[in-house]
């Protein structure tokens, strides 16, 4: 019934693995089926244990012994390897093919953008999966910006406002300002772009409440159309699952 992922990813301490484990313990809660994915050679800790994982390939800190390298470069060797090794990847991924991911990925992946062979298993895992990345900008699938961290600040700040439901005429006005004329179709055309596909739109994150994260779920519900395959649940299936 399910067969979807959400790819997660970040700057470094962007509150990656911390969503994760939070989106982890709501989806229980509902008993929605999800499975944790680590794909970060350097993680350290888990809340929860997750199903696969990418130190059972391979792990920086092996890489930094065996191989003498620094940690940035260990870490483009972990994704090399992991790369070279995608059959792993697909074996590990085999009991699960009809189930539903969260995949933890390293604050690299976006440093490393999306023109290098990350692309390659990013659009690999795509194939497979329903998929909407978390945080990312790509253009061209479904994404979800999340403003991580929420319950640090004052939600009812009237400045929020202007990041998450942004203004994008005033973006067309600053940059037809300062291009000449014959470039404001091609403005107009990357503002109507940037709205279609919400890219500057964030959707507020605060851990600490349901609310908000079950209004993130929807969201993420809606760029994969979760649920639309699942079959009715009957009334005696219920009974039995709250026994
Ligand atoms: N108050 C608060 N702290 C958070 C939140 N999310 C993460 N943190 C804290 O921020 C720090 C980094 O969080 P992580 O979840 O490890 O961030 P990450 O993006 O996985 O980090 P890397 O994997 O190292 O790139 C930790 O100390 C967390 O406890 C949040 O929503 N609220
Ligand atoms: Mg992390």
């Known amino acids: 019934m399910g067969k979807t992922c959400q790819l997660v990813m970040g700057p470094a301490g962007s509150g990656k693995s911390t969503y994760c484990s939070t989106m982890v313990t709501h989806c229980q809660s509902m008993k929605r089926s999800i499975h944790l994915v680590n794909l970060d050679p350097a993680a350290e800790y888990f809340e929860y244990e997750p199903t ?10 092996e890489v930094m012994q065996q191989l003498n390298y620094g940690p940035n470069g260990g870490l483009i060797y972990c994704l090399e390897y992991l790369l070279e090794n995608l059959d792993w990847f697909e074996n590990e991924l085999q009991d699960y093919d009809d189930d539903n991911l969260i995949i933890d990925c390293p604050w690299w992946t976006v440093c490393i953008g999306w023109d290098t062979e990350y692309v390659e298993y990013i659009y690999w895992i795509l194939n497979l999966y329903k998929t909407v990345p978390n945080f990312s900008l790509e253009s061209c699938i479904p994404h979800l910006n999340v403003m991580t961290k929420m319950d640090l600040i004052d939600e009812n700040d009237p400045e929020l406002e202007r990041f998450f439901s942004a203004d994008t005429s005033l973006l067309l006005e600053d ?6 004329p014959d470039f404001h179709n091609l403005n107009q055309a990357l503002v109507r772009l940037i709205d279609e596909y919400s890219m500057v739109n964030l959707i507020p994150l605060n851990i600490k409440d349901e609310d908000s994260i079950q209004y993130l779920l929807s969201h993420i519900d809606n760029a994969i ?7 009715p649940k009957e009334v005696v299936d219920e009974i039995e699952d709250d026994e």
């Open 52 to 61: 696969i994982d990418i130190k059972n390939l391979i792990t920086l800190e």
């Open 175 to 180: 940059a037809n300002a300062s291009t000449r």
């Open 225 to 231: 159309q979760y649920g639309e395959d699942l079959e």
